[in-house]
């Protein structure tokens, strides 16, 4: 069974690190594009960052310069470090993956206006990561 677990959210304070990791079950990672998204309360959908498979990377410009996306290929494991967090990066995260299978992923609710059903086919339960000032 196809699998993406979030682990990592929590409370920090402004200024503060989180390091999200989102372990794979079922697929490896190194065949596979993965992205990162979040919901703010009250927000839209918000892409974080993706890494393709050839490990080339690219960020939201909310994020640019302050998170950074990496793998561990032995954990089968993508993490999303998140460096000088601010109020406003509080959200509940989603790590999702294109295993190419061209089936439908489940999108979180909240994020289904901004991202098409068929760009990733696995998606994770999601994590909170709550930043106060």
């Known amino acids: 069974e196809v699998q993406l677990a979030e682990s990592g959210g929590g409370s920090v304070q402004a200024g503060g690190s989180l390091r999200l990791s989102c372990t794979a079950s079922g697929f490896t990672f190194d065949a596979a594009d993965m992205g990162w998204y979040r919901q703010a309360l009250g927000n839209k959908c918000e892409l974080v960052g993706t890494r393709h498979e050839d490990g080339n990377t690219a960020y939201g410009d909310s994020v640019k310069g302050r998170f950074t996306i990496s793998q561990d290929n032995n954990k089968n494991t993508v993490y999303l470090q998140m460096d000088n967090l601010e109020p406003a990066d509080t959200a509940v995260y989603y790590c999702?993956?294109?295993?190419?299978?061209?089936?439908?992923?489940?999108?979180?609710?909240?994020?289904?206006?901004?991202?098409?059903?068929?760009?990733?086919?696995?998606w994770g339960q999601g994590t909170q990561v709550t930043v106060s000032s």
């Open positions: 999702a993956a294109d295993r190419g299978t061209s089936t439908p992923g489940e999108v979180p609710p909240s994020c289904a206006p901004v991202v098409g059903e068929y760009e990733y086919d696995s």
